[in-house]
């Protein structure tokens, strides 16, 4: 039984003071020990932050990344020890803001996922298609060849990890995936995985994120592959994120 979760991506926003006043306002709405589990990934910076004020609170925190390298000569990367000496439980990796922006390939994302999982972090593995990569009909393989970068080193590569399918069209955009289109990127996924090790892609969460609201959030947590969602946008509004974290709850 997967239990679901709703994790923000604060991506590059925040100041001590919104992050503050933020923090106390979801504090007051999400209790100690809720059925679906809550995070939020900040900016590197705002870890201590996120310490100081959400330690033994019912939410949890986390990165946007990590390096894939343990110590040395990589000026302005934060390695996944480091992030965890802060208290942070996950860590997204993957996400198409790096991949598009910053380069990151399926190689060095299968490395930053292996390298928080060795600091004991929780990854955040996403995949995604393109707008036309999907309109090419070229989503299934797109996905499959994400997913097969970290299968290629074994299905247990996976184990106390999760995924997050966002398709690209889908993140800022305001447009969602259908719920039924998120499931079946959901469903494609973990029969992929299950091919190597059906325990693993039964247990895998698999989160779904891309312009997720209070409005839309219901309908897309109902879907039997989707364990929840990362949520960018709304996650910087208290009272849209708990209601996003509430729509996950049981019915
Ligand atoms: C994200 O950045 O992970 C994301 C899903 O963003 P948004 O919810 O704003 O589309």
């Not at 006043?21 to 900040?42: F, H, N, S, W, Y």
């Not at 292996?114 to 009909?137: D, N, Q, W």
């Not at 897309?220 to 996003?244: K, Q, T």
């Amino acid at each position: 039984m997967r239990t679901k979760s709703v994790v923000g991506n604060w991506k590059l926003n925040g100041s001590l003071a919104a992050n503050e006043a933020l923090l106390k306002a979801l504090l007051r709405e999400i209790p100690r020990q809720g059925t679906v589990a809550c995070a939020v990934c900040v900016p590197a910076p705002y870890l201590a932050q996120a310490r100081e004020l959400l330690q033994g609170s019912g939410i949890g925190w986390g990165a946007q990344d990590v390096s894939r390298f343990e110590k040395g000569a990589y000026t302005g990367d934060v390695s996944g020890a480091m992030v965890a000496e802060f208290g942070a439980r996950y860590a997204i990796v993957g996400h198409s803001e790096r991949r598009v922006i910053f380069g990151d390939t399926d190689e060095m994302v299968v490395a930053k996922y292996t390298a928080a999982r060795r600091a004991k972090l929780t990854p955040i593995f996403c995949v995604g298609e393109t707008l036309e990569e999907r309109e090419a009909g070229r989503t299934e393989a797109v996905l499959a060849r994400q997913i097969d970068a970290v299968l290629a080193s074994g299905a247990a590569q996976l184990q106390g990890g999760m995924l997050a399918y966002e398709p690209v069209w889908a993140i800022g955009t305001g447009k969602t995936a259908t719920s039924a289109q998120a499931e079946q990127a959901h469903a494609f996924l973990r029969a992929r995985i299950a091919v190597k090790d059906k325990a693993v892609a039964a247990a895998l969460p698999i989160l779904y994120g891309g312009s997720v609201k209070a409005a839309n959030a219901r309908e897309l947590f109902a879907m039997p592959n989707v364990d929840g969602g990362l949520v960018g946008g709304a996650s910087l509004v208290a009272e849209e994120f708990v209601a996003i974290w509430r729509a996950a709850g049981p019915q």
